[in-house]
């Protein structure tokens, strides 16, 4: 799955509309929130740094939950966004869930042990292993 980096509010306007999961790496105001659903209708989640999630307000929290989009905890770990706008989960990390649930881990344990091992948020590993294609 491909997430794409978004640094500034500047940059929403030039998201396409087909854009599924999105790493916000600056501090979004309401307005900011509702101008990216709006630019991009197919959003499926909003990865959001710990720091910055705190603040969301509660009516902006359930029109995201209203819309079936989740509100991911985390950071993008180790991406360069002047090398590629995209932080992409390789299909590996997708292989190895396939594997944990071969050995018969339940997704709490698959997220608990992917954590350590990939430095992903918990938030974000649960979001993947649900939306496994």
């Not at 910055?52 to 209203?66: A, G, N, V, W």
């Not at 002047?82 to 997220?111: H, K, M, P, T």
């Amino acid at each position: 799955m491909k997430i794409r980096v978004v640094s500034s509010k500047e940059e929403i306007n030039n998201l396409g509309s087909n854009e599924e999961m999105i790493h916000l790496a600056f501090r979004p105001s309401n307005t900011d929130i509702f101008n990216l659903i709006t630019k991009c209708p197919d959003v499926k989640a909003l990865h959001i740094p710990s720091s910055y999630i705190r603040t969301i307000s509660k009516s902006t929290q359930m029109f995201l939950e209203m819309k079936g989009i989740a509100l991911i905890e985390g950071d993008v770990w180790g991406h360069r966004k002047d090398i590629n706008e995209y932080s992409e989960v390789s299909e590996s990390v997708y292989e190895r869930f396939d594997q944990y649930r071969a050995n018969g881990l339940s997704d709490e344990e698959i997220a608990a042990k992917m954590e350590r091992e990939l430095h992903m948020s918990t938030d974000l590993i649960k979001f993947l292993l649900k939306n496994r294609k």
